[in-house]
């Protein structure tokens, strides 16, 4: 039965890689972060706070999405490749 070749895997394992180490750092961000309301100006500094935490989520999300995208596909053309193959040699 024939493998897929290496690149993709070295692809998979990449793009796999990448996306963890995007969600750990998503999560160490929002770690302690829990969806408030500030209504007076007293909390100036918390809402700062927060609006900057949310700039830095909003800017990985994009990338979250391709890593997850790549990732996906990846793994569908490697369970395809093995698929092929096996019914390939069954009806040989």
């Not at 990449?14 to 995007?22: H, N, P």
């Not at 998503?26 to 302690?32: D, I, N």
């Not at 309301?37 to 989520?57: E, G, I, P, R, Y």
């Amino acid at each position: 039965m024939a493998t897929p070749p290496l690149w993709i895997w070295i692809a998979w394992a990449a793009f796999t890689a990448i996306l963890l180490a995007l969600l750990a750092y998503q999560g160490t961000l929002t770690r302690y972060e829990e969806d408030q309301l500030f209504l007076d100006d007293n909390s100036q500094q918390q809402h700062t706070q927060n609006d900057a935490l949310l700039q830095k989520v909003a800017r990985i999300q994009p990338l979250l999405r391709i890593f997850i995208g790549g990732t996906c596909a990846l793994s569908a053309l490697i369970v395809g490749i093995y698929v092929w193959e096996a019914i390939h040699q069954f009806y040989t």
